[in-house]
């Protein structure tokens, strides 16, 4: 082992500890404890599986009520959470202590209280008993525990902070102050109905991401993760800088089944950052590098850290929605984070790996790769056409039939890679580093695409929800896990049909077990954020924090956001992905709306929690509390804070996403065609590279500082070309309020007016907002706005107000009203007829093209005197 890639004594150990102490738990006892530990695991996700399935239904027993399952859910979390974590550093972890076989039992007979009681609970709504309110406050105590130990103190403090905010609000001082909730309110709230511990982000974890998590772990175990990274290396390791180009790509795939920052930056970094620091990476560039892949993975769809199912609920569109959105952002940012990884070693003058594939001629590469992609797309296209339209055409026997074909494909896949060894660990520590060839690598392994095809399947063209999609995909990875050995062995000559079974069979039940595990945090975490979402809905504290944001901002608009993106990061810290998201989208995303309609910003409500998303899991990356960073630096022996700074560094492109959508939403592919998002995705990429060039200081040469201002400025330009246009030609144009009906009737149908209103708040305040009125069909301007279910009255004065609002009409969605209070319109914005923005992109091109040129003759002049 050379000196460079040794790291310091113990820190495997130290590494170990920090994984599980943050994703499985720290303890593993022996004898009967451990047996009975990793059984009552299995037997939860058994029990998922059950729920997730159509068994009960055909069967007619085992059916659950989506609040008893929630209740089951949590109950087993937490007496998982007792017995898996440890109370403290030095309590034993090769035994489970008397008290907590205690606490585990009381924890989840408080978790499964709804469940044992529902009947009793459901005739006395809202009138706790003893009982009850006893249960519920040993409850709360034994989960904020619960959730120092799995999650560490961070969370725990956050919801204690939230239930003194609520039991003492009318001692609060100034805009603090609320009237005030009692205990057996508080109880009532938070631990009996479904507005608190047992909401929609256990319901989520319930529901959806246990089985995400389940399947993600059955496919590491079944060997996909190794494959992975096996993929990567062969294709990458043998560039400029390959093994951190190899680490983003392996660190994407990793983090599309993964719902863990910190798991993702173990499971990769530990073969990749030696691999990095080898070919010229300094020890913290190397775990930077790392960080932020593995911090990219969780807005990397379709698992997004769990958070993808939760945005379902809160924003209340499709998962298939929530994918589309999320999808071409995450995947800017990868492409740009190979490029800075590029630009790296472009400055350090490093090299690859050496390869392992024959020489093959430029025009050959580039004839496999093409290959290679259009195979791909003819997958994606036969997954997503043909299969859809095989269903109108078999039926009610088309998942017989795709069940058929799936095996078929299966066993031959299996065929094809037995003509090729088995992909083996290799030691990142070794002297000798040998590539595998690409080839061979790629091809023993493509049967662990059939499970990712069969969740699309499901979700696109079944439009099944993702927990039956995920169930079905989890029960071919089962089925994968059980035959793939034996099947393999048989076509490679090898008769231990017994002995491969049974190691299926065990790879099937460590799965279970790890699958269970690692969802011990995320549903202690879910629960635990219940309690804060609860809080605002029963004390009004989002107003509190939108009111503190506009006090700091002045109403200024850029200051609203930066201060949002903020906070999103202070509460982000020390959470994982669920509870985070959770958390900043409770407190952050209404502030974001509620002061954005008030200053003229109107975006779909996606855009906002994708905003406070992004900001929320960059604590992970962020000094002095990145997790991540610290995992990473355990990893390559170098200091978690300078490591933590150079991924915040890597990560500034990730950061600047989150402004461009919000006021750019093409870029989430909202309302936009299929060629116009093709352009989009392309011209995005390229402003995200020269953003990245531009950032980094270097991209044909070294930039000068004005360079890098203009590269800047032309990335800006590429992503919001709407500014420059806007400055030289306004996009809308005033209308008098009495005229709303006739500017409905002037512009076209499809486009939307910016309408400003005067309004009351919860509290009775006037306040101010704007909203985005569409223009629906109709001959004329009346009829537009009787198909709004909108009519208006118009004073002596020439004041305009909101008459009526037909009920469950267009305009009562958008957020017109005339019961309460008689909504004032200030004014009408219609759009106009001007230049298209893209126009912009024109002198942003030419002037990237003479940046090109100067740094071409500045690298050439460079270059010919060290020639000589």
């Known amino acids: 082992m050379t000196n460079d890639t040794q790291r310091p004594q113990g820190s495997e150990v130290d590494l170990e500890e920090m994984v599980a102490s943050s994703d499985s738990g720290a303890r593993k006892p022996l004898g009967v404890p451990g047996k009975l530990l990793v059984s009552i695991a299995a037997v939860w996700s058994l029990f998922q599986l059950w729920i997730a399935s159509p068994l009960p239904y055909l069967a007619g027993v085992g059916v659950f009520n989506a609040t008893e399952a929630r209740s089951i859910h949590l109950a087993f979390a937490l007496f998982l959470a007792f017995m898996a974590y440890p109370a403290l550093k030095r309590s034993p972890r090769e035994r489970i202590p008397l008290q907590d076989w205690l606490f585990a039992g009381v924890a989840a007979f408080c978790g499964a209280y709804m469940f044992l009681f529902y009947a009793d609970l459901a005739e006395r709504p ?130 599309l089944i993964s719902g863990s920052s910190i798991a993702n930056t173990v499971t990769t970094g530990t073969f990749t950052i030696p691999m990095m620091k080898r070919v010229g990476f300094s020890a913290n560039k190397a775990g930077a590098v790392e960080v932020s892949s593995s911090v990219n993975g969780q807005i990397m769809p379709p698992v997004m850290g769990a958070a993808a199912f939760l945005m379902v609920e809160y924003v209340g569109i499709s998962y298939v929605e929530v994918i589309k959105h999320a999808f071409l952002p995450a995947l800017i940012s990868y492409i740009a984070l190979i490029y800075i990884v590029h630009l790296e070693a472009l400055k350090a003058g490093m090299s690859g790996l050496p390869s392992s594939n024959p020489a093959r001629p430029f025009l050959n590469k580039m004839i496999g790769f093409l290959t290679g992609l259009l195979a791909l797309m003819a997958l994606s296209f036969g997954v997503y056409y043909g299969l859809g339209w095989l269903k109108p055409l078999l039926g009610a026997a088309t998942p017989w039939v795709v069940a058929v074909v799936l095996a078929v494909v299966y066993v031959a896949l299996l065929k094809v890679g037995a003509n090729y060894p088995e992909l083996e660990l290799d ?35 079944e439009r099944l929800s993702p927990g039956l999609s995920a169930f079905w995909a989890t029960v071919f990875m089962i089925a994968i896990m059980i035959t793939q050995r034996p099947i393999t062995a048989l076509f490679r000559g090898r008769s231990r049909l017994a002995e491969d079974i049974k190691e299926g069979f065990l790879d099937l039940w460590d799965g279970l077990v790890t699958g269970a595990r690692n969802m011990i945090g995320i549903g202690i975490a879910t629960a635990t954020a219940g309690i804060i979402v609860g809080a605002v809905s029963q004390t009004g504290v989002g107003l509190v924090l939108a009111d503190v944001v506009e006090v700091l901002s002045m109403g200024n608009l850029m200051l609203i956001l930066l201060l949002t993106a903020v906070l999103s990061l202070i509460l982000g810290m020390g959470l994982p992905t669920t509870a985070n998201y959770i958390v900043v989208s409770s407190l952050m995303a209404p502030v974001i709306v509620l002061l954005g309609q008030q200053n003229g910003l109107i975006v779909p409500l996606i855009a906002v929690h994708l905003f406070v998303f992004y900001f929320g899991i960059m604590a992970d990356v962020t000094p002095p509390v990145g997790l991540a960073s610290f995992a990473a630096a355990a990893v390559s022996g170098g200091d978690p804070i300078r490591t933590g700074f150079q991924a915040f560094y890597y990560s500034l492109r990730t950061a600047a996403l989150p402004f461009l959508f919000i006021f750019n939403t093409d870029l989430l592919l909202i309302e936009v065609g299929l060629w116009q998002g093709l352009l989009i995705f392309v011209v995005a990429t390229i402003a995200m590279l020269i953003f990245a060039a531009g950032s980094q200081g270097f991209m044909v040469a070294r930039n000068r500082w004005y360079e890098s201002l203009l590269l800047l400025l032309i990335a800006f330009t590429l992503f919001r070309p709407g500014f420059w246009m806007d400055r030289i030609h306004d996009p809308y144009q005033s209308v008098p309020p009495a005229e709303f009906a006739q500017a409905l009737g002037m512009v076209d149908e499809g486009s939307n007016l910016r309408v400003e209103i005067l309004d009351e708040d919860e509290f009775g305040d006037q306040l101010t907002r704007y909203l985005l009125v569409p223009v629906p069909d109709g001959e004329n301007g009346t009829a537009r706005m009787e198909a709004l279910g909108l009519s208006l009255r118009s004073e002596e004065d ?44 024109i002198p942003a091109f030419l002037v990237f093209g003479l940046i090109v040129v100067m740094q071409r003759r500045r690298r050439d002049a460079t270059a010919a005197p060290a020639a000589s």
């Open 427 to 461: 030691d990142p520590n070794s002297e000798v580093i040998k590539l595998p060839q690409t080839r061979p690598t790629v091809m023993v392994g493509l049967h662990f695409i059939l499970p990712v095809i069969v969740l699309v399947w499901c979700l696109m063209v």
């Open 798 to 841: 020439g004041s305009t107000f909101v008459d009526n609002v037909a009920f469950g009409s267009q305009a009562e969605q958008i957020g017109f009203e005339a019961l309460f209070f008689d909504q004032q319109i200030l004014s009408v914005m219609a759009p106009v007829d001007r230049w298209p923005k893209e126009l912009m992109w």
């Open 126 to 255: 809202g009138a706790p008993i003893t009982q009850d309110v006893v249960v519920g406050v040993v409850g709360i105590l034994l989960l904020l525990e619960a959730t120092r130990r799995a999650l560490g103190p961070p969370l725990m403090i956050v919801a204690l902070v939230f239930i003194v905010y609520s039991l003492f609000g009318p001692h609060m001082p100034g805009i603090l102050a609320h009237r005030g909730v009692s205990v057996d309110g508080l109880i009532n709230h938070q631990w009996l109905t479904t507005q608190g511990v047992f909401g929609i982000a256990l319901g989520v974890s319930t529901s959806f991401v246990f089985l995400f998590v389940l399947f993600g772990a059955l496919l590491d175990k079944a060997g996909a993760g190794n494959y992975f990274i096996k993929v990567a290396f062969s294709l990458l390791g043998h560039y400029r800088g390959g093994p951190a180009k190899a680490a983003v790509v392996a660190s994407g795939m990793t983090g």
